[in-house]
């Protein structure tokens, strides 16, 4: 089993940049695909990214490609996602999520990850 705590969360202007961490506990961190989901109020928790075991391999919402990297540290038991060029609309909580295993066509679902973090509150102003 693994543990999650995300931290990096905040208010920023539109156009700006933060980083989410995730850290993570209780088992080997490379052995787990990681993922990051965002909510907003009243909707639906969404797939944001997602790297698999290694950091070899990397998945992003069309929303956020080219804006957004995902990374892992495994060595620092920490997993990252690299907010750039932030808009209004994606102001949420942010949650990373960890799974054992994974299959690519399954990456972007947050139903396959069994474990998640308490999430960190992103909020970007006009």
């Known amino acids: 089993q693994v543990q999650l705590v995300e931290s990096g969360g905040g208010l920023v202007q539109a156009g700006g940049s933060l980083r989410l961490s995730c850290v993570a506990s209780?088992?080997?961190?490379?052995?787990?695909?990681m993922g990051w989901f965002r909510q907003a109020p009243g909707k639906e928790r969404e797939f944001v990214a997602a790297?698999?075991?290694?950091?070899?391999?990397?998945f992003y919402a069309d929303s956020v490609k080219g804006r957004f990297t995902i990374s892992k540290d495994n060595a620092k038991n920490t997993g990252y996602l690299q907010m750039n060029s932030l808009k209004v609309e994606v102001t949420a909580v942010y949650y990373c999520?960890?799974?054992?295993?994974?299959?690519?066509?399954?990456?972007?679902?947050?139903?396959?990850?069994?474990?998640w973090g308490q999430g960190t509150q992103v909020t970007v102003s006009s």
């Open positions: 209780g088992r080997t961190f490379s052995s787990y695909a």
């Open positions: 790297i698999i075991q290694s950091g070899g391999s990397t």
């Open positions: 999520a960890a799974r054992p295993s994974y299959t690519i066509a399954t990456m972007t679902s947050r139903v396959h990850y069994g474990y």
